[in-house]
């Protein structure tokens, strides 16, 4: 099990946590964000594979914004798998 922390771009949350056993996501904890939709992503993304869930948030713009915290999320795993291997 491993911890990684991302700090995203763009957005409104300021820390992303990740619990990882190899290429499977434990756990999902954002700071600041919009509360409710983030629990219901870490929720969502729990126990599922980093690939999979680079493959369905990736590239989500939030309004106007060029980014998202789900494709900030995508990012954070990318960024990981690049650091793990």
Same mark, same amino acid.
């Given at each position: 099990?491993? #911890?990684?922390?991302? +700090?995203?771009?763009?957005?409104?949350?300021?820390?992303?946590?990740?619990?990882? =056993?190899?290429? #499977? @996501?434990?756990?999902?904890?954002?700071?600041?964000? !919009?509360?409710?939709?983030?629990?219901? @992503?870490?929720?969502?993304? +729990?126990?599922? =594979?980093?690939?999979?869930? @680079?493959?369905?948030?990736?590239? @989500?713009? !939030?309004?106007?914004?060029? #980014?998202? !915290?789900?494709?900030?999320?995508? +990012?954070?795993?990318?960024?990981?798998?690049?650091?793990?291997?």
């Amino acid at each position: 099990m491993s #911890t990684f922390v991302y +700090k995203p771009k763009g957005v409104c949350s300021s820390e992303m946590r990740f619990e990882l =056993n190899g290429e #499977t @996501i434990e756990s999902l904890t954002v700071t600041n964000g !919009c509360n409710g939709n983030l629990k219901g @992503i870490a929720a969502l993304v +729990k126990g599922r =594979n980093v690939n999979d869930v @680079i493959a369905a948030l990736d590239g @989500i713009k !939030c309004g106007f914004k060029q #980014t998202s !915290c789900p494709d900030q999320i995508a +990012k954070g795993l990318r960024q990981y798998l690049e650091q793990a291997h």
